[in-house]
């Protein structure tokens, strides 16, 4: 067992290591505070991937003991991992993939649960902290001092390692990932909300955003510049936590286990010489087809030929040529692709390095939808449909530190069929990379919409053809679902996919990358935001590390990029047609709270008959007066509207019952409604006065309907009087 005690941003880390999981390659019980994790690293030596691609597989699990909670659901035992669990196991896999040796092909799977959490915990960095921990000293020869920060703005101050309570303050968040000086991994998004709210006035926010939302209500877009700020501060944390690692962690570190076997390459000299001596030409044209279907049987049909050709000429080098000829001629592309770019400042498609493909953008195509945008960039195109419904429709979710259920208002699905690439198969259940895209438009788009905590809006994303960023389209095409679904936002939102070559001391910026730049590139980097700034950014790096010369680089040709789409977009905006016929639509205004009991009625017959003569719904908040009511019909919404304050006016208008009652008077008057507990006689000057059953009956077990019936003629005394009600006694029952 190896104990080590960090001290870290005022923090204490406790990590132990081969103290539980030792048969693992490497595991650390990790503590900080109450919080404990566990995280291993399993690795198999004895079989290799021959595909190429790395075999890494990261899993986060949250346990419900760690919180002293049952799990969720019939089914009281953990299950299916939750959104959270995804996003935050796909985090640790970006940040710990790019360190990985190309021709790394061991299956190894590294697993991170939760025993115990606070509730003020940020689980997200723990994992990190503790899967690179159980990484670095594992028999992986692998020693890299991973870790992370999360930077949040509260005011104008960024703040590191803020705790949860402090988030909910902060207009930022900013996860950051990386090794030494190089950052590895960028998650970001801006929080939206009202700038400024008067203290004195408990309705101030609800009025407010009612009378002057534009003035009040900010995305918080980030500018590049002060991106970069925060990036540095990012930066110089993660910098010196490594060097603490690295000094703390290396009495810890195990002997590492020799990896002889390696893929079979199957990339020949003699072949490559063949390509190159006559076929370089048709390699290029091949390139140059946009179509990723295309272009993929194409190469294949391609690869044939020369298979055919070579066996022709060589008859004694046939072995294995067919695999020697599709890795040559793999290699052989990239390399085309990437001198194209470096050398000639060209890409395979013709254009400059910070060009846009054409964009074309259509609106509420579907007659039925509440709203859509078919949002088409070169062969990428995402179909965003937005649905409009209320608070019953808001998704129900539970995280692990979460004393009780939250509801998800804005939610963005992205859906990626198999058909969008050309694949003849079925569509599946939802994948990591689907959850995440849809995370990365949802985290850009959320922070646009006004006053979004009184709306439940679900936009899904269908992506039809994929070319290259489909999350950024979906963020594009969402933008302008919202629009043309007439929701408030402060502004559009675009978004662009940036991408990355870098060789020799030489590197090229790419704009807008398609399928092939990023598979061949070196970076996969997409900034989301409006005109005034950031709202989302995601990166992913290849490389070992990525410097600020060159993320400074990518932001300002990203800015630029987006500032072109917007233009387009505006366009677009300005000739949307609303669906008014399917389109709901919500009038959110505000009361005294003393006149919501109006607004009910008496049993709740006032809210039931305004429900059911404009076909509205409608919700009441007691605390604030605020009322909102939605349907399908906007003009009989705006006439529910004028009826509740015409009720709240003329309620407002009544004299006090004190003065239209005394207690003794004798009234006749007949029976409006019978209830479980006695019955309401109408009486002068339009109220209805309370006759309980004890003043019908002294028998207990008696029903009201046992004696009264709705339209009896009574006469009743005036017993008591109590702020809006009246207190009978029966006399006597005069008719029906």
């Known amino acids: ?41 399993a690795v198999d030596c004895d079989s290799i991937v021959e595909e190429n691609f790395l075999p890494l597989t990261v899993q986060y699990i949250e346990k419900a003991y760690a919180v002293g909670k049952f799990p969720g659901g019939y089914v009281k035992r ?64 692998l020693n890299f001092p991973i870790n992370g920060v999360r930077i949040g703005r509260i005011g104008n101050a960024f703040v590191v390692n803020p705790s949860l309570k402090d988030m909910e303050q902060s207009t930022l968040d900013l996860l950051v990932s990386g090794v030494n000086e190089d950052l590895l991994m960028i998650e970001m998004r801006t929080f939206g909300g009202v700038d400024i709210v008067s203290p004195s006035n408990p309705l101030c ?70 390509i190159v001596q006559g076929y370089l030409g048709e390699l290029h044209e091949i390139i140059a087809h946009l179509s990723k279907t295309e272009r993929h049987s194409r190469l294949k049909a391609f ?13 004694e080098d046939t072995e294995f040529i067919e695999m020697r000829v599709d890795a040559t001629l793999d290699a052989q592309k990239r390399q085309i692709i990437r001198t194209m770019i470096l050398e000639e400042g060209v890409r395979a498609d013709g254009r400059t390095l910070k060009e846009v493909r054409p964009i ?22 995402a179909l965003v449909v937005c649905t409009l419904g209320g608070d019953m429709d808001a998704q129900n979710y539970e995280l692990l530190t979460d004393k009780g259920t ?55 994303s269908e992506i039809l053809e994929s070319n290259g960023s489909s999350s950024m389209a979906t963020v594009c095409g969402g933008s302008l679902a919202l629009a043309a679904a007439d929701i408030e936002c402060t502004s559009l939102i675009a978004g662009v996919a940036m991408g990355l070559v870098c060789e020799d001391g030489k590197y090229a910026v790419l704009t807008d990358i398609m399928g092939l730049e990023d598979h061949d590139g070196d970076m996969d980097f997409k900034v989301a935001g409006s005109k005034k700034g950031i709202t989302a950014l995601q990166m992913d790096i290849k490389l070992g590390g990525l410097s600020m010369e060159i993320l400074e680089c990518a932001l ?30 919500s009038q959110i205004f505000a009361i005294h709270p003393s006149k919501i009991v109006e607004v009910i009625g008496q049993a709740g017959r006032t809210i039931k008959e305004i429900i059911e003569k404009f076909e509205v719904a409608i919700d009441l908040n007691r605390d604030n007066g605020e009322v909102k009511v939605s349907g399908g019909n906007r003009e009989k919404v ?99």
Not at 303 to 315: C, M, S
């Open 1 to 41: 067992m190896c104990e080590i005690n960090l001290s870290f941003l005022e923090k204490e880390e406790q990590y132990i290591f081969d103290y539980v999981a030792k048969q693992a390659s490497g595991s650390v019980y990790y503590k900080s505070g109450n919080n404990v994790l566990l995280a291993t690293v």
């Open 78 to 141: 953990e299950a299916k991992p939750g959104d959270f669990e995804t996003l935050t196991a796909r985090i640790v896999d970006r940040s710990l993939r790019p360190l990985f040796p190309k021709d790394y092909c061991y299956p190894t799977q590294i697993t991170i649960i939760v025993l115990s959490a606070d509730s003020d915990a940020d689980l997200q960095i723990l994992a990190l902290n503790a899967a690179s921990a159980a990484l670095y000293v594992s028999e992986i020869p």
């Open 205 to 274: 926010l609800v009025t407010t955003l009612m009378e002057d939302k534009k003035a009040e209500f900010s995305a918080n877009e980030l500018t590049e510049s002060e991106l970069m700020q925060a990036l540095e501060l990012a930066k110089t944390n993660i910098n010196k936590k490594s060097k603490l690692i690295e000094e703390s962690f290396k009495i810890c570190v195990k002997t590492p286990l020799e990896l002889f076997q390696m893929r079979k390459s199957y990339k020949c000299q003699r072949v490559q010489d063949f």
């Open 303 to 315: 690869a044939k030929k020369i298979a055919q050709d070579y066996v022709l000429k060589n008859p």
């Open 360 to 381: 074309s953008i259509e609106t509420n195509i579907l007659p039925k939808a509440h709203a859509s945008a078919l949002f088409t960039r070169g062969q990428t195109q």
């Open 406 to 460: 939250s509801k998800e208002r804005f939610m963005v699905h992205y859906n990626f069929p198999p058909f969008s690439v050309g694949e003849a198969s079925s569509i599946g259940a939802t994948g990591r990379r689907e959850l995440g895209h849809g995370n990365l438009a949802k985290r850009a788009l959320e922070c646009s919409v006004i006053n979004g905590e009184q709306k439940t809006i679900r936009l899904v």
């Open 556 to 585: 300002g040709q990203a800015k630029e990029a987006r500032l072109h789409i917007l233009e387009i977009m505006e366009s677009a905006k300005a000739k949307i047609i609303l669906n008014t016929a399917v389109l709901p639509s």
């Open 638 to 736: 705006d006439a529910a509207k004028e009826y509740i304050i015409g009720i709240t006016s003329a309620v407002s208008d009544k004299p006090n019952i004190a003065e239209l009652y005394k207690v003794g008077d004798v009234y006749e008057g007949r029976v409006k409604k019978v209830v479980d507990f006695g019955a309401f006689v109408e009486l002068p000057h339009n109220y209805d006065g309370l006759l309980h059953i004890s003043k019908i009956t002294s028998n207990r077990n008696a029903q009201v309907g046992d004696y009264l019936n709705e339209g009896d003629l009574l006469r009743v005394e005036v017993l008591s009087l109590n702020k809006n009600k009246v207190e009978l006694g029966l006399q006597e029952k005069l008719s029906k």
